[in-house]
């Protein structure tokens, strides 16, 4: 048994447009949590699919326990013993946990499933690795961090001796991490090698004892994590020093933009009463499931339950539709940019001009140089990385679909933004680039409403917090008071 | 303005029908070469027996009638939705717009005139847009597929047909068979009054399409329903909208077909709804949504008239038309799709290198 488990030699694919990996060689220790970082679009899940049999690389060899392997596709790779946790789920969810865990090599007598091997086989499978998951249960209505655990299992049963998690934390809240984490380090005491695939700091720094470094498609380095501070990572990730990030927009608190009054929607939230003033940043914490999204997503006008009373300006809102929102100069910029952000089908300025067509328009007709004009604007200020206004949105990487997704709501000049986890699966460099615009809009006399799962991102943004659990707001907090302890106690309500 | 036109034609070429002229043209030229020469009956010269202006605006003509429903149901068809019930719309336009004309002695004028035409074109194509508002009313507010929508109002719609006609053929005038037989000063016989409407309706098509606000909304409700909804588009209402243009142009194609054929009878148009979403299909419209034009709807009605022709100018077997058919959309949609993502593949070449 060698120290190394599996090598990658001069690793090349290149997609139509991008390099997405340019000869990267990486070695993985046996029984050691590798993490491959970088900014969006540095090849990193590529690499980790490259590993997975899901791409095939056009230049490098693989070599795992010192030998030569050619993955076709996904089947390949698990013989061979590498399994993926992958970002977006590829199971089927309208099946049972136990028929998606037998996908492949159903148990049968003759021509018939044998319904009870299979639950045995998967009740084995989950067992193994300490999850409570009911077999019978349909994949679709567990959470996705269950949903995890069952792809987890379904791996390991299969013999991975390699197991790769592509930012398995992106849609968890912050428990579930946590015993995801648990997961991932009883894994590794069992001899399971993982590489974890994340730009997400503190996990890579409480997980990983290994860091390889990619920037646009390229190896920068593989060094030991211990080797590593947070601001060394970051400058090796972007590849230059990051600016000190200032905090929120300290200046005067205009008059009341928005102001909500006993909003309520049965079964999600009740009583939600805040003001927000122009040139502040309102965050919103809590747990995934606090009622913060639906809260936005009410005032919007897209939840027809929602009772109570909102305000733009003194001006009532019906909040019943996302029109007259926007016609109040309100803008949302939602959770999910894939399913309710963007047509990912259609061009940057199309998407970008969307929500505000009608104000590009004469007669019906679309102007189309003022559509240009307003397009480059926002695509330009928001430091778009794209080969033109005309690329399609869907072919960009996701800190750039972001952009667009904001680029789309600054364009429409809104008067209160709101933002739902705006920086969400975006790298650091886009991060503190949306960071500015929200302070920008904020400088300019405007009012920002913020959803964030991450502290850190709330207590540098936001000039007040409001803590959500169970449907209500529990709590509110200056800047100047708020801490992390504080924030998480009363998100969780533990006293 | 020749480098305008150039341009043009360059972006045609390497735009999404590109795949569909190529084929139409390397089908027209194998007709060309393989039909022989036939006599002219009127002139007395011998041509080509495909490539002579009779034969083309023959083929012109009868894709005229499927091209105009065609852009219509690719309307729908960029939103995801499929509308089944053209067929019938046409069917009962035309019954009820026959109905309507021989109850109006007035309207019986033998010479085209401006007000008799007006007022049964009005009859027909208002009749097909509230067909076509009934169908998106019944799928925006009951949320059920509109393949089932249509499917139930393709029955309805033809049974009324047969109901207020009780099955019979009625006669239009002729005053408005004049209208769409006009010759328009070419020769004798060579109708070309069909093929403008549907190049007429094609432009519209493409205008609202590329052009106007109301457009672009098609294309991101097929694209992404909820983006749609959280970009603040009134969803409902531009359903309702493609299914009314779609209405309203199968009635327009109605009343274009039983003027020009002379007749009416509820049995008319029947299957063209399959031709229809064909057409659409083989122009490049995805059934998903989100993808389709008004220029690949035209060709694909080309393309299936010219092929249904192939059979018989190539003297084929005709009892082998339809497995001929059958497999010709099929490849051609599949070509289409291959020659796409070519061209994909063209576009981010040259915008990574920089160039055009």
Request: overall charge neutral.
């Amino acid at each position: 048994m060698s120290e190394t488990i599996l090598q990658l030699k001069g690793i090349s694919k290149e997609y139509p447009g991008v390099v997405a990996l340019d000869g990267v060689s990486v070695d993985v220790r046996r029984g050691s949590v590798h993490a491959l970082m970088g900014e969006n679009g540095a090849g990193k899940s590529t690499l980790g699919k490259v590993i997975c049999g899901l791409i095939t690389p056009e230049a490098g060899t693989i070599t795992l326990e010192g030998k030569e392997v050619h993955f076709h596709d996904p089947s390949d790779a698990v013989k061979a013993g590498v399994g993926m946790v992958h970002q977006e789920l590829l199971f089927c969810e309208n099946l049972s946990v136990a028929e998606n865990l037998c996908l492949g090599d159903t148990p049968r007598k003759g021509w018939v499933v044998d319904r009870v091997k299979m639950v045995e086989k998967a009740r084995e499978a989950l067992n193994r690795i300490g999850a409570h998951v009911d077999p019978n249960a349909r994949l679709g209505s567990l959470s996705v961090a269950v949903q995890q655990m069952v792809q987890i299992a379904g791996a390991v049963a299969k013999g991975a001796n390699i197991l790769i998690f592509d930012e398995p934390t992106s849609s968890l809240s912050y428990s579930e991490s946590e015993r995801l984490f648990e997961l991932i380090q009883q894994l590794q005491t069992d001899g399971v090698t993982c590489i974890y695939v994340s730009h997400r700091m503190n996990e890579i720094f409480r997980l990983c004892d290994t860091i390889t470094v990619l920037r646009d498609g390229k190896l920068v380095e593989t060094r030991p994590a211990s080797e590593y501070t947070n601001d060394s990572l970051v400058t090796a990730m972007i590849g230059r020093e990051l600016s000190k990030e200032s905090g929120p927009v300290a200046g005067d608190l205009g008059e009341v933009a928005l102001k909500v009054e006993g909003l309520s929607c049965p079964g999600k939230f009740r009583d939600v009463s805040f003001e927000v003033r122009n040139g502040e940043v309102v965050g919103f914490a809590g747990l995934v499931g606090a009622g913060r999204t639906e809260v936005l997503e009410s005032i919007f006008g897209l939840e027809p339950n929602a009772t109570g009373r909102v305000t733009v300006h003194g001006q009532d809102l019906s909040f019943k539709s996302p029109q007259s929102a926007i016609e109040k100069r309100l803008g949302l910029v939602p959770e999910d940019r894939k399913r309710h952000g963007l047509v990912l089908g259609m061009k940057i300025r199309e998407n970008e001009t969307l929500p505000i067509l009608d104000r590009l328009a004469r007669v019906g007709f679309v102007r189309r140089g003022a559509e240009r004009e307003t397009a480059k604007k926002y695509f330009d200020r928001l430091r778009v990385k794209a080969p033109g206004l005309e690329a399609i949105t869907g072919g960009l990487s996701g800190g750039n679909q972001q952009k667009v997704v904001i680029a789309k709501w600054v364009a429409a000049e809104c008067d209160v933004l709101m933002v739902d986890e705006p920086t969400r699966g975006v790298d650091i460099g886009a991060k503190t680039e949306i960071h500015d615009i929200l302070r920008e809009i904020t400088a300019s006399g405007k009012a920002v409403l913020m959803v964030s799962s991450e502290l850190p991102e709330l207590l540098k943004m936001a000039t007040r917090i409001l803590v959500f659990r169970g449907g209500q707001v529990v709590g509110e907090l200056a800047r100047e008071e708020a801490d992390e302890e504080k924030l998480i106690r009363l998100m969780t309500g533990i006293a | 303005m020749p480098v305008m036109l150039k341009r043009r034609l360059i972006a045609l070429l390497n735009g999404q029908q590109a795949g569909l002229i190529l084929v139409i043209v390397v089908l027209g030229l194998i007709l060309t070469l393989f039909s022989g020469q036939v006599m002219d009956r009127i002139s007395g010269h011998m041509q080509n027996g495909f490539f002579n202006p009779n034969n083309l605006l023959q083929i012109a003509s009868d894709a005229s009638f499927f091209a105009v429903m065609a852009v219509g149901v690719t309307l729908v068809i960029i939103t995801g939705g499929i509308d089944l019930s053209v067929g019938s719309i046409y069917a009962l336009c035309g019954v009820t717009t026959a109905i309507f004309l021989r109850s109006q002695p007035g309207l019986q004028a033998k010479d085209p005139s401006f007000i008799p035409f007006l007022a049964s074109a009005v009859v027909c194509v208002g009749i097909g847009l509230l067909c076509g508002l009934f169908n998106g009313f019944l799928v925006a507010k009951l949320k059920v597929h509109s393949f089932i929508i249509t499917l139930g109002t393709m029955w309805v719609f033809r049974g009324i047909a047969f109901v207020t006609s009780k099955g019979l053929s009625i006669n239009m005038p002729q005053g408005l068979t004049g209208v769409f037989k006009a010759t328009l000063g070419l020769e004798k016989g060579q109708y070309v009054v069909p093929s403008l409407l549907m190049v007429g309706v094609t432009i519209l098509g493409s205008i609202y399409l590329a052009r106007m606000v109301a457009g672009r909304h098609v294309y991101a409700l097929g694209g992404n329903v909820e983006a749609s909804r959280y970009a603040g588009l009134k969803t409902g209402r531009i359903l309702i909208g493609v299914f009314a243009l779609s209405g309203l142009l199968a009635g327009l194609s109605a009343f274009a077909g039983a003027s020009y054929y002379g007749a009416a009878s509820c049995a008319d148009a029947q299957g063209y709804e399959l031709f229809v979403i064909a057409s659409a299909v083989v122009g490049g419209a995805s059934l998903s949504g989100g993808k389709g034009t008004a220029l690949g709807a035209m060709l694909g009605a080309i393309l299936i008239v010219m092929i249904r022709a192939a059979i018989r100018t190539l003297h084929f077997d005709q009892n082998y038309e339809q497995i001929i058919i059958g497999t010709s959309v099929v490849i051609a949609v599949v070509l289409d799709q291959a020659s796409s993502k070519l061209s994909a593949r063209r576009l981010a070449r040259a915008s990574r290198t920089g160039g055009v």
